[in-house]
């Protein structure tokens, strides 16, 4: 598979990063599959959060790859923290927690990425960058970055913390785009136009800063997936015709989608089946024209000015 380098670190990791919000959903030799078979893909970075399962997800997936030392070293783990039942919390203390909850139930001494998960209103900058320092000169942590934060809440923690942001985990899908419309239509009067997140993704591209886009199949808010969806037939339409000029799926034309983009993206897939896990990874090997990339973007409704 081929690989970027995160953010501005020197760590090289895989274009798909395997998401395991819903690890928690197999049985153990179900699981045990899943993770050898991403592994066989050369999809060996694993996102995690402490929220996912209650903290189970990561227990299931340590217990399925078989975490020694030795495997350790074979995979790049990333996790997240700051979300709490009825609340956001980025304050020093519960970081260090999480870190060493997150720790204990992925059977590691060390992180390579962590994220702050959703922008904590009352977080304190000092705190986050205490927080910070102490996780990488203990060496639990090697590499921070966030998770569905604008460019102004980036900069604020940028103020204080002194260790590089590598990576923005951000909701972006072919039908979920308002990052790249807003982008085409400044200065109009409808409704595409409107900016909703500082331009993060012209930010994050300045500031090499990594996107890893979440749900990359879902349109809405987890309201389904746009694939196969009679909801969306003109869109299905297109990707099925550039799918057999590739002679791929539409599974991995939608992540190629994403791959095209010169951001240099790192998408972030939750698929818990082998065979679209398979596809996905496919992506990394297909090139999308710019005549295709468009027409792809057009099909999902979105309007060129």
Known sequence: MRSLKLG?????????????????????????RF??????????????????????SEEI??????????????????????????????????????????????????????????????VEPEEVAEAFDQLEQSGKVRHFGVSNQHPRQIELLKRYVRQPIVANQLQLSITNATMISSGFNVNMEYEAAVDRDGYILDYCRLQDITIQPWSPFQFGFFEG????????????????????????????????????????MQPVIGTMNIDRLRDCCRASEVQLSREEWYAIYRAAGNVLP
């Open 8 to 32: 501005t670190s020197n760590l090289d990791v895989p274009v798909i990063a395997v998401g395991c919000m819903r690890i928690n959903s197999l049985d153990k030799p179900a699981a045990e």
């Open 35 to 56: 993770v050898h078979a991403a592994l066989d893909e050369g999809a060996t970075f694993f996102d995690h959060a402490d929220i996912y399962g209650n903290g189970a």
């Open 61 to 122: 997936f340590a217990d399925a790859l078989g975490m020694n030392s030795r495997v350790r070293e074979q995979v790049i783990l990333q996790s997240k923290c700051g979300i709490r039942p009825g609340m956001f919390d980025f304050s020093r203390d519960h970081i260090l927690s999480s870190v060493d909850g997150i720790l204990r139930r992925l059977k590691t001494d060390y992180l390579d990425v962590l994220l702050l998960h959703r922008p904590d209103t009352l």
């Open 225 to 264: 997936v746009f694939l196969d969806n009679p909801k969306f037939p003109e869109l299905n339409a297109q990707i099925n015709t550039v799918a057999a000029t590739h002679g791929v799926s539409n599974t991995t034309i939608a992540v190629a989608w994403l791959l095209r983009h010169p951001a240099r």
